[in-house]
């Protein structure tokens, strides 16, 4: 049997032999190779480049059989008819091409399309090609004539993989959004929805007995279902990027996946249909926060339940009231004594909320366009907030018509607002731009305390030092302090490249006792900083651990306020996960407590010693997980 893989700079094609895993062939070439495909009796593979090269290669040899010219863009997918007598090619040009796969004559070139064409399949009997589009349609067309036929116009997003079923039934189609559909073959009505994924879907490829359906995603996640029904049986978490592509071995016993991150892996497939239940622990919450007093967790969902559990155990209590009108909440943030909700809406109004009762609280009527994100101060009288144009508006809980603008947008003033905090006393409010620029107000009388430029890097987010006398800055590469007593950043603490963020999802925070930072990026990382003595009495920050063992991007992270080296997170998957941290002479270690709606567990660094009896294959298991095996002597 015989596998492919793309050379990491995309400008090779390898072919191994899959019972022993030895390289058999590598093909170079001068353009980076985006898609690939095996003719049906293995014994040819077609190429496709960025520039729209298509390239034959002799699987046995490894010599070069045709080239062909399939468009002027990328050829993003390629698939061989069940005969082998056909390759089609899909473009980012908008086209559709049916090659001759003897002679390399182009036969066709189909035009319908308006947008990116990103996956393309023949059906099982070869009659019909299949075309998946950036312009939300799915397309017909005979593979003999090269006549439209039906159209599918789901309008649910790009379409960027597409798969048919063995037996004709199914044609499957991965989103933008991350959801894969599944429609009818011959009406085209909807079938199951596979929501599982929390990015772009990249590939997805049909078992042999057409039981399963395996998918990857920009998420980093390969995930199996059942195809009868659209359940998730098993997520594979282990790739460190983004997943491009997905494919069942003929036995249907194996998954392979590929990865940005340089890697094929080999998963078992588990279709046992079974899973671990954690019955009476809190659900998963898209928002957590602690109690003043650190005994219990807050959290809402995606439903907007609001829910009280057990911060030590994570046992739940029942759910004390829901919030109305989802889709209107555009953030949503607690008080500090969490007895109220803040949301921030896309009509320009923040709502607040009783948290007990659910109850509807004044409406702070003001911005004119709708409300990115809001604060409230450590003392509750006040609520910082600020919209997509710019402005921020500061509004006094005593009396909830007073308000004031302190920052006015529209005209590009200075940049995009990334961040703002209150300081932990309450007396200023400190807000960060993209470009660089912090400013800090006094709240009680609006005036502007401070402005400066304090870094060309992009900010994308800030947080105050427990005694309010120092701001931790969060650019894309770095963490960057401020002593507000000083005209510049003392520190700056360079973030390991894996953990490295994008200006989406950025969060930074002390732990209450001062000694601990964490900062989270775009990248399903917790980084976390260590305030160590130097000497006398000089401390300086330090880089103590990564947490690299989330499965969906990190939205909130809070520290307990009474145990001050434990934390909690929630993720876009919903999941939470508490966490202790503990420090030794020097060596930093972390420990999770608890967690709840995890899709699977993740390990980093794990070295087992004294490990008896592995054979190859879970050595090789072990090792795709980042695990170290030191067997034992004897």
């Known amino acids: 049997m015989l596998g492919v893989a793309l050379w990491a700079d995309g400008l090779g094609v390898v072919i191994y032999d899959t019972s022993t895993w030895q390289r058999i062939h590598l093909a170079t070439t001068t353009e980076r190779v985006r898609s690939l495909a095996f003719s049906p009796n293995g014994q040819r593979i077609v190429s496709g480049a960025e520039n729209g090269v298509i390239r034959l290669w002799d699987c046995t040899s490894g010599e070069q059989l045709l080239v062909m010219n399939g468009g002027?863009?990328?050829?993003?997918?390629?698939?061989?008819?069940?005969?082998?007598?056909?390759?089609a090619s899909a473009?980012?040009?908008?086209?559709?091409?049916?090659?001759?796969?003897?002679?390399?004559?182009?036969?066709?070139?189909?035009?319908?399309?308006?947008e990116k064409v990103l996956s393309v399949k023949f059906t099982p009997d070869g009659r019909q090609l299949v075309s998946g589009s950036w312009d939300e349609t799915i397309r017909f067309w005979d593979s003999e004539t090269g006549k439209p036929g039906n159209i599918l116009k789901p309008l649910l997003g790009w379409i960027y993989s597409l798969a048919c079923s063995p037996k004709g039934q199914w044609i499957a189609s991965g989103h933008y959004g991350g959801d894969v559909w599944l429609w009818d073959m011959v009406s085209g009505s909807r079938g199951p929805v596979l929501q599982g994924h929390t990015d772009l879907v990249t590939g997805i490829a049909f078992s042999p007995d057409d039981q399963l359906i395996a998918s990857s995603s920009r998420d980093?996640?390969?995930?199996?279902?059942?195809?009868?029904?659209?359940?998730?049986?098993?997520?594979?978490?282990?790739?460190?990027?983004?997943?491009?592509?997905?494919?069942?071995?003929?036995?249907?016993?194996?998954?392979?996946?590929?990865?940005?991150?340089?890697?094929?892996?080999?998963?078992?497939?588990?279709?046992?249909?079974?899973?671990?239940?954690?019955?009476?622990?809190?659900?998963?919450?898209?928002l957590v926060a602690y109690s003043p007093d650190g005994l219990s967790v807050l959290s809402i969902d995606s439903h907007l339940n609001i829910?009280?559990?057990?911060?030590?155990?994570?046992?739940?209590?029942?759910?004390?009231?829901?919030?109305?009108?989802?889709?209107?909440?555009?953030?949503?943030?607690?008080?500090?004594d969490v007895d109220q909700i803040a949301t921030g809406c896309e009509?320009?109004?923040?709502?607040?909320?009783?948290?007990?009762?659910?109850?509807?609280?004044?409406?702070?009527?003001?911005?004119?366009?709708?409300?990115?994100?809001?604060?409230?101060?450590?003392?509750?009288?006040?609520?910082?907030?600020?919209?997509?144009d710019g402005f921020v508006r500061l509004w006094d809980l005593r009396d909830t018509k007073q308000q004031c603008v302190l920052v006015k947008g529209g005209g590009g003033e200075i940049d995009w607002i990334s961040d703002l905090k209150f300081s932990p006393t309450g007396d200023q409010l400190a807000i960060c731009w993209m470009n660089g620029i912090v400013r800090l107000f006094d709240p009680e009388t609006r005036a502007l305390l401070m402005s400066k430029k304090l870094t060309e890097d992009r900010i994308l987010a800030l947080g105050y030092s427990p005694n309010g006398q120092q701001l931790a800055l969060s650019t894309e590469t770095s963490?960057?302090?401020?002593?507000?007593?000083?005209?510049?950043?003392?520190?700056?603490?360079?973030?390991?490249?894996?953990?490295?963020?994008?200006?989406?999802?950025?969060?930074?925070?002390?732990?209450?006792?001062?000694?601990?930072?964490?900062?989270?990026?775009?990248?399903?990382?917790?980084?976390?900083?260590?305030?160590?003595?130097?000497?006398?009495?000089?401390?300086?920050?330090?880089?103590?651990?990564?947490?690299?063992?989330?499965?969906?991007?990190?939205?909130?992270?809070?520290?307990?306020?009474?145990?001050?080296?434990?934390?909690?997170?929630?993720?876009?998957?919903?999941?939470?996960?508490?966490?202790?941290?503990?420090?030794?002479?020097?060596t930093v270690a972390v420990k999770m407590l608890w967690g709840t709606n995890l899709r699977s567990l993740c390990t980093a660094g794990v070295v087992l010693d004294g490990a008896t009896g592995l054979i190859p294959i879970h050595r090789k298991l072990l090792a795709q997980r980042m695990t170290v095996v030191r067997q034992k002597s004897t």
């Not at 390629?78 to 390759?87: T, V």
């Not at 659209?230 to 997943?243: E, F, Q």
């Not at 732990?511 to 399903?524: E, I, R």
């Not at 969906?552 to 993720?571: D, G, M, R, Y």
């Open 72 to 87: 002027i863009d990328t050829i993003s997918s390629l698939a061989y008819s069940p005969c082998g007598n056909r390759i």
């Open 91 to 114: 473009c980012s040009d908008n086209t559709v091409r049916l090659w001759n796969s003897e002679t390399g004559v182009c036969m066709f070139v189909l035009e319908e399309h308006t």
């Open 220 to 286: 980093r996640r390969v995930m199996l279902w059942d195809a009868s029904t659209g359940d998730c049986i098993s997520t594979y978490d282990g790739h460190l990027h983004p997943v491009w592509d997905v494919a069942f071995s003929p036995d249907g016993l194996t998954i392979a996946s590929g990865s940005d991150d340089e890697t094929v892996r080999l998963w078992k497939v588990n279709s046992s249909r079974s899973g671990i239940a954690i019955q009476n622990q809190i659900d998963g919450a898209l």
């Open 307 to 336: 829910r009280q559990g057990d911060a030590t155990t994570g046992l739940r209590g029942s759910v004390s009231c829901e919030l109305p009108d989802m889709e209107s909440f555009k953030c949503l943030t607690f008080s500090t």
């Open 347 to 388: 009509d320009g109004a923040v709502r607040l909320w009783d948290r007990k009762t659910g109850a509807a609280g004044p409406v702070l009527e003001g911005h004119l366009s709708e409300v990115y994100d809001m604060t409230y101060s450590t003392c509750g009288r006040w609520i910082a907030s600020y919209d997509v």
């Open 479 to 586: 963490i960057a302090f401020w002593d507000l007593e000083s005209d510049e950043c003392d520190l700056k603490l360079r973030v390991p490249p894996i953990c490295q963020q994008d200006d989406s999802d950025h969060i930074v925070t002390y732990s209450p006792c001062g000694q601990f930072l964490a900062s989270t990026g775009a990248d399903y990382n917790v980084n976390l900083w260590h305030r160590r003595l130097v000497e006398g009495d000089t401390y300086t920050w330090c880089h103590a651990i990564s947490l690299g063992v989330f499965s969906a991007k990190l939205i909130s992270l809070s520290w307990n306020p009474v145990v001050p080296a434990e934390f909690i997170t929630s993720c876009r998957d919903e999941a939470l996960q508490v966490w202790r941290v503990s420090s030794d002479k020097g």
